[in-house]
Each structure stands twice: as C-alpha cells, then as structure tokens.
C-alpha cells in the first residue's frame, strides 16, 4: 500500500482544530528531577543554568491531533488556541514548539486562567506537562464565536477537546451553534461532563451534526453504564468474540442516537489492544502490530488527527484510511518523548496491522491485512 502523497489541497478543503486546553510537554534525560513544588518556568530556567537540554513539543488532545494532520494529510490544517493573559508559558515558547511542525497556532485570548504542572517518567525520558485550565466568563463568549466563524470559513471539519473545567461547559453550545452556522461538521474528542454536554446539546438540537466520536475503553464504559475492569480483562485474556458481543449493542445504540448512521464515525481505542471503528453500517476491528512502545504521549492522538484530515480532505473514509491510520499511531509509540509519526516512518507498519470486519451478529469476517474494502461515504 503507498502512502498518501503529501501535496497539500487547495484551501476549501480544511481541517480546524480546537485546542482549548493546551499543553507544553517537557522531556529531560532519564534521571533528571524535576521540582514538582515548582511551576514549569522555574524548572526550565533550572535546568538550563545547569546545562541540562530539555525537549519541548506543544500537546494536549487536539495539538497533538493537529500536529499529525499536518505531518501526514493533505489538507490545510488550521490550529486556535484559547489562552489565558498570562499563560503557563509565554505564546512565542509555544509557538516555538510547534515550529518544527510548521503550525502556527491562532490564539483567542479569554479572561483568565489557573494552570497546573504535572511530572513523571514516561519509560524514555523524564517528562513534565504544563497546562492551563482557563476562566472563560460568558463575556468572552460572544467574541470566541467570532473569531472561531470567521476561521470555519471554508472548514470542512472542525474538531474540539475537553473544555478545561466544568464552570465553562456552557461554551460548548457556543462552539457548536458556531460550526452549524457555517456547515461545518464536528469531531469531538472529549469525556466526562464535557461530552455529556455535547451530547445533551445535540439531543436539545443545537448545533452542527457530529460526525466523529473518539472515546477510550474507560470513557465508553462509564457512559454507557458497562464494567471497564471487565471488558479489560476480556481483552486482556484474548476473548475478543465476547468483548465484541457486549461493547456492539451499546456502540450501535451510540452512533444510532448521536451520530447520522451514515455519516458518522465513532473510534473505540483499547490502549495496546485491538480498536474499534463504526463507520455507519461497517464495524471495523483493528489489531496494531507487536512493539516495543517507548513513549506512549500522542499515539492515540495521532491516530485521531490523521482520520480527521482524510475526513476532511475527502468526505469519506476507507478500510484503508484505518490501517494507516493505526500504523501512524504504533511508529508515534516508537518514538521518543512526544514525537509525531510521519505515514513514511509508518509505512513498515503498514502490513503488520490486522483488520476484520465485524457482522451485524458480531461474528469475524476475516479481512486480510492487504485487502481492505471500500467503506460507504460518511458526507
């Protein structure tokens, strides 16, 4: 299989994505101690005055989706941040980090912020996150819906995160009456109340149509009132008929209620496991290939933003789409710190990834890894 060719679109074909909690994240060599007591500009000036290097990379769940769309798609991708007066960090130490992504972030700035600082291992690298959870007041509303308008235009995709505290979840009608104004549908990659609220909102009738769900096994568990700890084991045990048999009701049910049938995608992740794709009638199980991961930051992320650019470079997905989507996030695993996978670093992945495709009755119906079978337009 060859490896979509990097030429970007024209700009009618363009992803935005919504980080509205974003991150630095800050690896040091194994071994060295961050101060967990101080902020994370402290421990960059420490760490320079003792001639230690640190690595930085712009993260957090929509960056990070971003930060793949633009390595690996074809279609112009745009980035908004919202940010608080007086950030983590300075914007240009953000900005720069993402530089060798060759994205450059369009800030909205809000009312406020607290921020929190995060420190441990990650298997490769000492690591820190820094990251804001912003005071956004209902004055500020107005002025996001705005300026995130005028950035849709053209869009055919928007995705968003997780609101960075419960006091804002209201900035989600905003968001979504915003997209639908413009027709541009939504991706959302968010859990908890956050993706409570979009879905009530889309339950009330506001808003644009979502056309992308991304959840984690925890995630789809307590929405859908099943036993995380138990369909962990069940994969953890091989028994994935069984696993299938339980999670394919409550997911159907999901995407049925919330997402057109025929349109949408709803993307199960399982950690090192198997994930799930429903792509309107189509139930995809894919298996990623053995490794040895060596940091895990962003893997799950890449494999969200890549679906996302092909989505909205072409209206639809492929088997194909999620095999190499799959490969993207297993090399992301290989890499250090919180590197981004390239589809060319992916490639000897590409046929070591499994695909099934699942019956109605959730029985197998084996695919091999090199044939994959062209999945209905989403659009």
């Given at each position: 299989?060859q490896?979509?060719?990097?030429?970007?679109?024209?700009?009618?074909?363009?992803?935005?994505?919504?980080?509205?909690?974003?991150s630095?994240?800050?690896?040091?060599?194994?071994?060295?101690r961050?101060?967990?007591?101080a902020s994370?500009?402290?421990n960059?000036?420490?760490?320079?005055?003792a001639?230690?290097?640190?690595?930085?990379?712009?993260?957090?769940?929509?960056?990070?989706?971003a930060?793949s769309?633009q390595?690996?798609?074809?279609a112009?991708?745009?980035?908004?941040?919202?940010?608080?007066?007086?950030?983590?960090?300075?914007?240009?130490?953000f900005?720069?980090?993402l530089?060798?992504?060759?994205?450059?972030?369009?800030?909205?700035?809000?009312?406020?912020?607290?921020?929190?600082?995060?420190?441990?291992?990650?298997g490769?690298t000492a690591?820190a996150?820094?990251?804001?959870?912003?005071?956004?007041?209902?004055?500020?509303?107005?002025?996001?819906?705005?300026?995130?308008?005028?950035?849709?235009?053209?869009?055919?995709?928007?995705?968003?995160?997780?609101?960075p505290?419960?006091?804002?979840?209201?900035?989600?009608?905003?968001?979504?009456?915003?997209a639908k104004?413009?027709?541009?549908?939504?991706?959302?990659?968010?859990?908890?109340?956050?993706l409570?609220?979009?879905?009530?909102?889309?339950?009330?009738?506001?808003?644009?149509?979502?056309i992308?769900?991304?959840?984690?096994?925890?995630?789809?568990?307590?929405?859908?009132?099943?036993?995380a700890?138990?369909?962990?084991?069940?994969?953890?045990?091989?028994?994935?008929?069984k696993?299938?048999?339980?999670?394919?009701?409550?997911?159907?049910?999901?995407t049925?209620?919330?997402?057109?049938?025929?349109?949408?995608?709803?993307?199960?992740t399982?950690g090192p496991?198997?994930w799930y794709?429903?792509?309107g009638?189509?139930?995809?199980?894919?298996?990623?290939p053995?490794l040895?991961?060596?940091s895990?930051?962003?893997?799950?992320?890449?494999?969200?933003?890549?679906?996302?650019?092909?989505?909205a470079e072409?209206?639809?997905?492929?088997?194909?789409?999620?095999?190499?989507?799959t490969?993207i996030?297993?090399?992301?695993?290989t890499?250090?710190g919180?590197?981004?996978?390239?589809i060319?670093?992916?490639?000897?992945?590409?046929?070591?990834?499994?695909?099934?495709?699942?019956?109605q009755?959730?029985?197998?119906?084996?695919?091999?890894?090199n044939?994959?079978?062209h999945?209905?337009?989403?659009?």
């Amino acid at each position: 299989m060859q490896a979509v060719p990097h030429t970007r679109l024209n700009q009618n074909k363009r992803a935005v994505f919504l980080a509205s909690n974003p991150s630095l994240d800050v690896h040091g060599p194994v071994g060295h101690r961050f101060e967990a007591a101080a902020s994370l500009a402290h421990n960059l000036t420490q760490a320079k005055a003792a001639g230690v290097t640190l690595h930085m990379q712009a993260g957090g769940n929509m960056v990070n989706a971003a930060r793949s769309a633009q390595k690996n798609g074809r279609a112009p991708v745009s980035l908004i941040t919202l940010r608080g007066p007086t950030p983590v960090l300075p914007h240009d130490v953000f900005g720069e980090a993402l530089a060798s992504d060759a994205l450059s972030p369009v800030v909205i700035p809000v009312s406020g912020h607290s921020h929190r600082t995060l420190y441990y291992e990650d298997g490769s690298t000492a690591y820190a996150r820094g990251s804001e959870h912003l005071i956004i007041s209902p004055d500020s509303h107005d002025f996001i819906a705005q300026r995130l308008q005028a950035m849709l235009s053209g869009a055919t995709l928007l995705g968003i995160d997780n609101l960075p505290n419960n006091d804002v979840l209201p900035l989600y009608a905003v968001l979504q009456r915003t997209a639908k104004e413009v027709d541009v549908p939504i991706f959302v990659d968010a859990k908890g109340l956050c993706l409570q609220r979009v879905l009530k909102n889309i339950r009330d009738g506001v808003g644009a149509p979502l056309i992308g769900l991304k959840q984690n096994l925890e995630e789809f568990s307590s929405l859908t009132n099943l036993a995380a700890g138990e369909l962990g084991a069940l994969l953890a045990s091989g028994e994935l008929e069984k696993f299938a048999q339980i999670i394919l009701p409550k997911a159907r049910e999901l995407t049925e209620t919330y997402l057109d049938p025929d349109r949408g995608i709803f993307i199960l992740t399982t950690g090192p496991h198997p994930w799930y794709a429903f792509m309107g009638h189509h139930v995809f199980r894919l298996t990623p290939p053995k490794l040895t991961a060596i940091s895990p930051v962003g893997s799950g992320d890449s494999l969200v933003g890549y679906l996302m650019a092909r989505l909205a470079e072409n209206g639809e997905l492929t088997a194909s789409d999620l095999v190499q989507a799959t490969a993207i996030s297993a090399a992301t695993a290989t890499l250090p710190g919180s590197q981004i996978a390239t589809i060319t670093e992916a490639t000897t992945f590409f046929p070591k990834v499994g695909i099934l495709e699942l019956s109605q009755q959730s029985r197998d119906r084996q695919s091999e890894p090199n044939e994959f079978r062209h999945v209905p337009g989403l659009f």
